[in-house]
């Protein structure tokens, strides 16, 4: 089966500092790979995929991930935080084969200091 | 409809009463998951639908945990026999056909919160 590690467990930034939030998976065959953002109060939304082809992909609100197969890593990264991108972020995987669901890791609570 | 729409969206109860959570997934979605998710974790899998049948519902924590999909729409997940444990916000997603396996983009709804007391 498939797990997530999600190291920071919380992490406080002053605005327009950079962002790097640390996952890494385990599973030994052929992964998708997410990010997903829950805001406070709202519902967890997409924020990145990755399925195939290029390792570094861009999502939505200048959020941009890497994927390292042989680190098995999915780091999620911003140049320059907002406060608004106050949140908890859940990174989560699951497998090229075989069922649809996702395994989500614990989440990192992001806190943007204005 | 535009989203997922997840009823109640608080519920409180007393241990060892029954309970029963809704989820409206989007119009024309034929893959319907619930996940729950406790204080502090991840959302954890516990069932996922295509169609009509349960594909799988290995993540389902005992018997006590139940969830039908009787016309490949609506979904409820039935909790028998309440204990304080289960306590947690109950997330709905679907998501479209079509796409290879585990490709599937999964839209979540605002949850169900459920307070065993």
């Known amino acids: 089966a498939q797990s997530v590690s999600q190291h920071n467990h919380h992490v406080i930034l002053s605005e327009a500092a950079s962002l790097e939030l640390g996952c890494n998976y385990s599973?030994?065959?052929?992964?998708?790979l997410f990010w997903y953002v829950q805001y406070p109060g709202q519902h967890l939304q997409l924020l990145l995929k990755y399925f195939s082809g290029d390792p570094l992909v861009k999502g939505i609100k200048g959020f941009e991930a890497e994927f390292i197969k042989s680190k098995f890593s999915f780091n999620l990264r911003k140049p320059s935080v907002q406060w608004s991108d106050t949140a908890e972020y859940f990174c989560?995987?699951?497998?090229?084969?075989?069922?649809?669901?996702?395994?989500f890791g614990t989440g990192t609570r992001l806190t943007v200091i204005p | 409809g535009a989203g997922v729409s997840q009823t109640p969206s608080n519920k409180v109860t007393e241990k060892g009463k029954y309970v029963e959570l809704r989820c409206d997934p989007i119009s024309g979605h034929t893959a319907l998951y619930w996940y729950r998710q406790s204080l502090g974790q991840g959302p954890e899998f516990l069932i996922y639908f295509q169609g009509t049948g349960a594909a799988d519902d290995s993540g389902l924590p005992n018997d006590r945990f139940f969830a039908v999909r009787p016309e490949g729409s609506v979904s409820t997940l039935k909790i028998q026999r309440t204990e304080r444990g289960d306590s947690a916000v109950y997330l709905c997603?679907?998501?479209?056909?079509?796409?290879?396996?585990?490709?599937?983009?999964?839209?979540f709804g605002a949850g169900s919160r459920l307070t065993v007391l």
């Open positions: 989560a995987v699951n497998a090229q084969t075989g069922a649809n669901n996702l395994f």
């Open positions: 997603a679907s998501s479209p056909p079509g796409a290879r396996p585990g490709a599937n983009v999964l839209t």
């Open positions: 599973y030994g065959g052929t992964v998708n």
